[in-house]
């Protein structure tokens, strides 16, 4: 009930095992089994059974800090983990992949998934962990947004899971490098051309003009 109370009745007598068969809402299903022994009437049988909170995961990703970045070369994102609702001293592991938000599929490079893993025991229930990945960029062509998917483990048994593709907190944006526009046309110094060839021009006229006084004086003698 309500107060965490559960009754059973008209039980034959001998040995029984009781179990969870469903936990309560926002509570992780307790798996251990527990054997009781009925042999009388009226018999009352404490059990402590605890629930554990479902955890809560919150990602931040950036690239040095950045939610944006230009592609060239190698590329570490960080995936900044907040989560509540842990066992202090208890082993978790958390478990990332990167996810290309235009397909909604995992982001690949040289045909390889981007994954991280990360083991950690917490202190106290709520806190951080951050969990990075590490990639050579310099094959994205095109703008690409990348978001980062996180799966928490307990046991080997998966126990959260934070991974939405809409997320901006889980998301960074690369950005090809811009182009460099090549430069047209003829950028010579028409100035001094148009000078050069006038003095050719000047001295084409000039050896004219000789040749034909050196004729007349020929033709005067």
Same mark, same amino acid.
């Given at each position: ?19 969870? @068969? ?5 509570? @992780? &299903?307790?798996?251990? !089994? ?11 049988? &404490? ?25 060239? %070369? ?16 208890? &082993? ?20 390889? &998934?981007? /994954?991280?893993?990360?083991?950690? !025991?917490?202190?106290?229930?709520? %806190? ?15 703008? /690409? ?19 939405? !593709? ?14 460099? /526009? ?18 050719? @021009? ?6 004219? !003009? ?12």
């Amino acid at each position: 009930d309500k107060d965490g109370v559960f009754t059973f009745e008209n039980i034959p007598y001998g040995n029984w095992i009781i179990c969870e @068969l469903k936990a309560a809402d926002g509570y @992780l &299903e307790n798996t251990e !089994i527990h054997h009781v022994q009925i042999n009388s009437n009226e018999q009352i049988i &404490e059990i402590n059974v605890v629930n554990d909170r479902i955890p809560e995961l919150k990602t931040t990703a950036t690239v040095d800090g950045k939610k944006k970045v230009t592609a060239g %070369g190698k590329i570490t994102i960080d995936d900044v983990v907040e989560f509540k609702h842990l066992i202090p001293g208890k &082993e978790y592991v958390i478990k990332g992949i990167l996810m290309d938000k235009s397909t909604g599929k995992p982001f690949k490079v040289d045909g390889k &998934e981007i /994954t991280s893993e990360v083991k950690f !025991i917490p202190e106290k229930s709520n %806190g951080t962990v951050t969990v990075t990945f590490t990639f050579d960029s310099s094959e994205i062509k095109k703008e /690409t947004d990348i978001v980062v998917f996180e799966t928490l483990y307990r046991d080997g048994v998966e126990i959260a899971t934070h991974a939405d !593709i809409k997320d901006e907190g889980q998301t960074v944006t690369v950005k090809i490098p811009a182009q460099k /526009t090549p430069k047209t046309g003829d950028e010579r110094n028409y100035g001094v051309c148009i000078g050069i060839g006038s003095i050719a @021009l000047g001295g084409a006229f000039s050896a004219l !003009i000789l040749k034909i006084k050196s004729k007349k004086d020929e033709d005067d003698e």
